[in-house]
């Protein structure tokens, strides 16, 4: 073989093999285009999921409890105590979803500050309770008070008339709430169903209370005093879990 025909068997193989690399490199241009336009879904971008709206910030639902001091007018050494947990049944606070029963209890007392725990109850200033109105109103997705959502809980009653113990002390304007020989106590209270994207419920409550102008005096002024609960909601299809409760 002379060099004329080695170098044009050099050159055919060259351009041999510059042909099977640039059909190659198509394939896969081919293949990247056909993924983009439609290839094989498993490739695809996972379709956006409906986006779980964030709870609001509710001190209840990150502590498991929540213990409110209401103002009373007139009267700053009196401070009347709302304390609200949930229940045995629906314990876990982060696991309460829209649908479903989920259960709380309150108290209200109230604690004459000028006065020491240990001191003679006769020193104290006492504080009964009358009416109590609890209304619920549903935040939406957006955030915002839905007026037009079922409230999901509501109470409207005399205090005497709903609390625990069956025969609470009092007078002719409600029960007795003074600490330590009087408190209100409402158990298994059930805030109910909320429509889907809720992000919480805002109880609000509103309490007649008669506080004594003076220990011992006999005389009392009527005040009205109020407080917001916020109750954050984890939006689900899930059911809210209620646990049984036996009782011994």
Not at 53 to 69: K, L, N, R, Y
Not at 87 to 107: C, D, L, N, Q, S
Not at 189 to 198: F, M
Request: proline share 6%.
């Amino acid at each position: 073989m002379t060099t004329s025909t080695r170098t044009t068997g050099r050159i055919a193989l060259g351009v041999v093999l510059a042909a099977t690399a640039l059909a190659t490199s198509s394939c896969g241009i081919v293949d990247s285009a056909a993924g983009l336009v439609g290839g094989d879904p498993a490739a695809q971008p996972a379709a956006a999921e409906r986006r779980t709206p964030d709870p609001i910030s509710s001190e209840f639902t990150d502590d498991g409890t929540v213990q409110a001091h209401l103002d009373v007018r007139g009267a700053d050494d009196i401070d009347v105590v709302l304390t609200m947990y949930p229940t045995a049944r629906t314990p876990r606070t982060h696991e309460w979803h829209p649908k479903g029963g989920k259960y709380f209890t309150y108290t209200l007392q109230a604690f004459d500050t000028s006065r020491g725990e240990r001191d003679p109850f006769d020193s104290k200033r006492e504080v009964y309770l009358g009416d109590l109105d609890v209304s619920s109103v549903v935040i939406g997705e957006d955030g915002k008070r839905d007026r037009k959502a079922d409230e999901p809980y509501r109470l409207d009653a005399e205090a005497r008339d709903v609390t625990l113990d069956p025969e609470p002390a009092g007078n002719d304007d409600g029960m007795l709430i003074t600490s330590p020989k009087g408190s209100f106590e409402l158990q298994e209270q059930k805030l109910g169903s909320v429509p889907r994207g809720t992000r919480g419920v805002e109880l609000t409550f509103d309490a007649v209370v008669f506080v004594e102008t003076s220990a011992g005096s006999d005389t009392f002024d009527r005040r009205t005093v109020s407080t917001d609960v916020p109750v954050g909601i984890f939006d689900s299809r899930e059911r809210t879990t209620s646990d049984a409760v036996t009782r011994d």
